[in-house]
């Protein structure tokens, strides 16, 4: 059974940093694209982040230059460092794990991610 166990949600203010980590089974993450998703209410979920097995990085226009998604291949964990929030970014944020070639696609449980003053 493959678990991803995200944590680091929470409430910042806007221009705050919130560190959000997903630690995947060893089994899976060494193969993986590893990414993080997010939906706020009332919309569509949404691709933020992704990195490859390899460490092609990929992000959405609106959070480049603020986001950044790293693997820590040691503890089969990637983190993704948000800094200069805002409350555009305020959603529910999914951990997600795909090994395309093999049809495999599974989710974390959600943060919440809340940016307000």
């Known amino acids: 059974q493959v678990q991803l166990v995200e944590s680091g949600g929470g409430l910042v203010q806007p221009g705050g940093s919130l560190r959000l980590s997903c630690a995947a089974s060893?089994?899976?993450?060494?193969?993986?694209?590893m990414g993080w998703y997010r939906q706020a209410p009332g919309k569509q979920r949404e691709l933020v982040a992704t990195?490859?097995?390899?460490?092609?990085?990929s992000y959405r226009d609106s959070v480049k230059g603020r986001f950044t998604l790293f693997r820590d291949n040691a503890k089969n964990t990637v983190h993704l460092q948000m800094n200069s929030l805002k409350p555009e970014d305020t959603a529910v944020y999914y951990c997600?794990?795909?090994?395309?070639?093999?049809?495999?696609?599974?989710w974390g449980q959600g943060t919440q991610v809340t940016v307000s003053s």
């Open positions: 060893r089994g899976i993450f060494s193969i993986a694209t």
């Open positions: 997600n794990a795909m090994v395309g070639s093999l049809n495999l696609n599974y």
């Open positions: 990195i490859t097995s390899g460490g092609t990085l």
